[in-house]
């Protein structure tokens, strides 16, 4: 079992940045980081395969966001610029352990406490 624990959210303008930081108990392959809005369902936001070679992203960050990994740390990144108050969520990494696309929150299993990230206008 994989414990993994967030930190880096918190309050800031918009247009500003934060970097948010994963940390893995244990050796991890692909990961993931979801985002929940208040009244929404959890949306994929980026993920990560275990090399660091290959990236995904929503739409809606994609050129803003950036998702990197320290193996050595078990740890992995997720660099936000040019933030928006539709940012403004708690922000969920996630360890890919299932077939299925890594688009799914159904294709992780294991999961972070989350971190707030809140974008003022």
């Known amino acids: 079992q994989v414990q993994l624990v967030e930190s880096g959210g918190g309050l800031v303008q918009a247009g500003g940045s934060l970097r948010l930081s994963c940390a893995a108990s244990?050796?991890?392959?692909?990961m993931g980081w979801f985002r929940q809005a208040p009244g929404k369902e959890r949306e994929f936001v980026s993920a990560?395969?275990?090399?660091?070679?290959?990236?995904y992203y929503a739409d809606s960050v994609k050129g803003r966001f950036t998702i990197s990994r320290d193996n050595a740390k078990n740890t992995v990144y997720l660099q936000m610029t040019s933030l928006k108050p539709e940012d403004t969520a708690v922000y969920y990494c996630?360890?890919?352990?299932?077939?299925?696309?890594?688009?799914?929150?159904?294709?992780?299993?294991?999961w972070g406490q989350g971190t707030q990230v809140t974008v003022s206008s």
């Open positions: 996630a360890v890919k352990t299932r077939s299925g696309s890594y688009y799914y929150p159904r294709s992780y299993d294991y």
């Open positions: 244990g050796r991890t392959f692909t």
């Open positions: 990560i395969n275990w090399t660091g070679g290959t990236t």
